[in-house]
């Protein structure tokens, strides 16, 4: 039954061939990093923070921004698994004077139109499979120079027709799971060039995709990251930056201080900026339990209020696929 297929896909070879220590994890969309420019990074980020994207890498980076900013993203993601999978991302900031600033975001993935078959080959039902998230955030400043954010998001996966479950596994249905999840950091702006940010994701309730059977927990993660501006004038700005991402899904499990280093995940990225106008990236990213590790590049221009950028991934992983991901933003 190519359902079941699906479903292996989706929460094995994504899981473990992918994201390797979130392979326990349910809802692991939310662990994919959305945004060109972050991604010609190394998605690197969350010590950054300045548009729309720190609404997903570090809700805290929206106090600092003083106008209003939204950013689109689509992405054909990992096309070498899965040809008609794409990931869409929307994120919207907004200052309030006197109030705080506020920001919304909306995830979006599919792996296309999918087709279950019985024992004997006849198709017996089509479905497209999609997983969504769609958040709030708020952050305010507590010093000029320190920032503390927060957000909650509704989380829903579509994995399959509850019929067709019940039919498979005689249960009283499934297919579906939902959740919801907070998010909660901080950026400090130690001095003029140096910034520090942390964030803990998608702390919340598992997640059950079968009625009355196991569930999963949500892929909570730690960052931790700091950037520095090595120049910083009207005409050239280069940043440097690094980070870790720990996903904490066992919360529970024994501490090894040696293990956890060794799964983290390691980012390290690179910005140039030439007069506001043309910017170009590159980053390397490791992972080494999810055997991704390698290079990424990126690059994009800004005109009038208009950013476009482009993120490229695809030598990450261990099988050939095209990673290209795509970004418009407007500042105003």
Not at 52 to 81: C, D, E, R
Not at 318 to 323: C, I, L
């Amino acid at each position: 039954m190519r359902f079941k297929a699906l479903v292996g896909l989706l929460l094995v070879v994504a899981a473990s061939t992918s994201f390797g220590s979130a392979s326990q994890a349910g809802a692991i969309f939310l662990l994919i990093f959305p945004g060109a420019r972050p991604n010609g990074m190394g998605a690197s980020f969350c010590s950054i923070a300045d548009d729309a994207m720190a609404v997903y890498y570090n809700p805290a980076g929206i106090a600092f921004q003083q106008k209003t900013n939204v950013s689109l993203m689509h992405a054909n993601w990992l096309m070498g698994l899965y040809p008609d999978m794409y990931y869409e991302y929307v994120g919207f900031v907004k200052p309030v004077e006197g109030l705080g600033n506020i920001g919304f975001s909306f995830i979006y993935l599919t792996t296309g139109e999918t087709e279950g078959t019985d024992p004997y080959g006849a198709s017996i039902a089509r479905w497209r499979t999609f997983d969504f998230s769609i958040g709030v955030t708020y952050s305010t400043l507590l010093r000029q120079n320190l920032a503390v954010g927060g957000g909650i998001k509704f989380i829903y996966s579509y994995l399959a027709p509850s019929w067709l479950v019940t039919q498979l596994y005689n249960t009283r249905g499934g297919g579906q799971g939902s959740s919801f999840a907070v998010d909660l950091s901080l950026l400090y702006m130690l001095t003029d060039r140096i910034n520090v940010g942390a964030v803990l994701q998608n702390l919340g309730p598992n997640i059950r995709y079968i009625q009355g059977g196991v569930s999963d927990p949500l892929p909570r993660s730690l960052k931790a990251g700091v950037s520095y501006k090595l120049l910083n004038s009207r005409t050239n700005r280069l940043t440097l930056a690094t980070e870790f991402t720990k996903v904490l899904v066992a919360l529970t499990d024994p501490l090894d201080l040696n293990y956890e280093a060794k799964e983290a995940w390691k980012h390290f990225g690179i910005e140039y900026w030439y007069r506001d106008f043309f910017s170009a990236r590159a980053g390397y990213f490791l992972d080494w339990e999810g055997h991704r590790t390698g290079p990424t590049f990126g690059g994009g221009v800004k005109f009038k209020g208009f950013q476009f950028d482009i993120g490229v991934d695809s030598e990450l992983y261990e099988f050939d696929t095209e990673n290209y991901r795509f970004s418009l933003t407007y500042t105003f």
